[in-house]
């Protein structure tokens, strides 16, 4: 069963300083791996996807991911936080089966304090 | 980029009516959508999967003729909640996407409220 964890429910971080927002999966095979953030009322943006390639993925607003198999981590990254980055973060996994779903982990609410 | 329209934003109703939600795919042709509710301060929870033309696939525990959904084209599913409760007050959101591996586009989510 297809399974992600996003361990930190809050992280808080000053602004220019760098953030992490942590996300760990279980899969049966090779993984689609997603990020999304969500701002108050809105729906999910597409943050940055890892199909296969380079294990370092850039995407939008400057965030970047890093695939790690061996961990079984994806966590996202920003070398200097904005406080416009303040959101929810949700990171997503789905199986290369294409009858798998999509599952999307807790969430992690990113407070950037100016 | 591609643009999923969601319609309408907000809608408040009354106990024992229905609700239609719409989810367009304005830019590409959206083999598959997904209907998900999101409860305050939770992830979202996979309501539905729908197909072109075909039946949707209902999660375990959603109750399929309480929440009726219709893909009728490649570009628009609708989610009726029939007979709505105010339990049923959630924010819905609906998603989709065009191919297999590709991120899935979501719409704004619609805020129902249930008097």
């Known amino acids: 069963a297809q399974s992600v964890a996003q361990p930190e429910d809050q992280v808080n971080v000053a602004e220019g300083n760098p953030l992490t927002v942590k996300c760990t999966y279980s899969v049966s095979g090779n993984p689609y791996l997603f990020w999304y953030v969500q701002y108050p009322n809105r729906g999910l943006q597409f943050l940055l996807k890892?199909?296969?390639?380079?294990?370092l993925v850039k995407g939008s607003y400057g965030f970047e991911a890093e695939f790690n198999k061996s961990q079984t981590s994806f966590h996202l990254k920003k070398p200097s936080a904005l406080v416009s980055d303040s959101a929810l973060y949700f990171c997503a996994v789905r199986a290369y089966s294409s009858a798998s779903k999509i599952i999307f982990g807790s969430g992690t609410r990113l407070s950037i304090r100016p | 980029g591609a643009v999923v329209s969601q319609h309408p934003s907000r809608v408040i109703c009354k106990s024992g009516t229905s609700v239609k939600i719409e989810c367009r795919s304005l830019d590409f042709q959206a083999t598959t959508m997904f209907w998900y509710r999101q409860f305050p301060k939770q992830s979202l929870m996979l309501m539905a999967t729908?197909?072109?033309?075909?039946?949707?696939?209902?999660e375990q525990g959603v109750e399929k003729d309480k929440f009726l959904i219709n893909h009728a084209s490649l570009t628009l599913s609708t989610l009726t909640v029939t007979s709505a409760h105010p339990e049923d007050s959630s924010f819905y959101i609906c998603?989709?996407?065009?191919?297999?591996?590709?991120?899935?586009?979501f719409g704004n989510g619609t805020r129902l409220t249930v008097t």
């Open positions: 729908s197909n072109e033309g075909s039946k949707a696939t209902y």
């Open positions: 998603s989709a996407i065009s191919r297999e591996g590709a991120p899935l586009h």
């Open positions: 890892y199909i296969t390639g380079d294990n």
